[in-house]
């Protein structure tokens, strides 16, 4: 039995830092001017993807070390050297005194964020599907095709978005651990999922679905088929995020997964 403790939130914190630091190094490889990096201080890595990013962030501060007032300080600077803002996810399995340090410095917290897990020790089950209706992970030289499916989708609520989701998922398929997943129905690009794989761990992220194809299960064929390629690659663990009492979370729930905790992200004012 996984119990809900330090040592499972350091694999799980670990493992998003990871799909992070991937994204910003894949972003770093594909335009080397954007200034795109990431430090490891204190044991959490701080990760800069461009001002405005939602990556540009850290994960894992006081979960591997104690933070102190000079880890704090390194990794504000970091930031503040790109004028970008300063926000840190924090596991509530941090240690304790980092509250405190935080809220002495000016921070305060602003999201929440239902982190999950999934034991793969189990076959995956499969319900059934309408017909016409596939998954499968993209060529490569498909990346722009899933990211303009991905855009499409996000666009259809924030139309402002769509430039900005497109080249975000650009750079998401591109990555050394990703394996881009693409719903089709009778051979027409609906739905998008994400997974990214680090060691024994599996990470699921991208879920988005074009207007036209919503109610037709293209979202939980894409959760079923990725969670079956994570335990074929002999992952043990299959993790993924989402806003506390959400849609997200409960699709998430009545697919086996479990709630491990809830974060906070905590910001510089």
């Not at 461009?50 to 504000?76: C, K, M």
């Not at 970008?84 to 999201?111: C, K, N, Q, T, W």
């Not at 998401?172 to 651990?177: I, L, V």
Request: net charge negative.
């Amino acid at each position: 039995m996984i119990y809900s403790d330090k040592i499972l939130s350091q694999k799980l914190e670990r493992t998003e830092a990871r799909t992070n630091a991937d994204f910003v190094e894949t972003r770093a490889r594909l335009d080397p001017a954007c200034g795109a990096g990431w430090i490891e201080v204190g044991g959490a890595y701080a990760m800069f993807d461009g001002v405005d990013s939602p990556l540009t962030q850290t994960f894992g501060l006081g979960l591997f070390e104690e933070t102190t007032r000079e880890h704090l300080d390194e990794i504000e600077a970091f930031f503040r050297e790109r004028k970008a803002p300063v926000f840190h996810e924090v596991s509530p399995m941090a240690d304790p005194p980092l509250m405190g340090l935080l809220s002495e410095r000016g921070y305060r917290p602003i999201e929440l964020t239902s982190v999950m897990y999934r034991e793969l020790d189990s076959p995956i089950q499969k319900r059934d599907r309408i017909a016409g209706l596939t998954t499968r992970v993209i060529d490569e030289n498909e990346v722009e095709l899933w990211a303009k499916t991905s855009a499409d989708a996000w666009t259809a609520e924030h139309k402002e978005l769509g430039e900005f989701m497109f080249n975000f998922g650009s750079v998401s398929a591109s990555c050394r651990g990703a394996y881009p997943y693409i719903a089709e129905l009778d051979s027409h690009p609906i739905a998008t999922g994400m997974l990214f794989i680090y060691d024994d761990v599996a990470m699921l992220a991208g879920a988005s679905t074009i207007v036209s194809g919503r109610n037709q299960g293209a979202q939980t064929a894409l959760l079923e088929d990725r969670l079956q390629l994570a335990a074929s690659k002999g992952c043990s663990l299959a993790i993924m995020g989402a806003a506390p009492g959400s849609q997200s979370q409960t699709n998430a729930q009545k697919n086996g997964f479990q709630i491990a905790y809830t974060r906070t992200k905590w910001q510089l004012v």
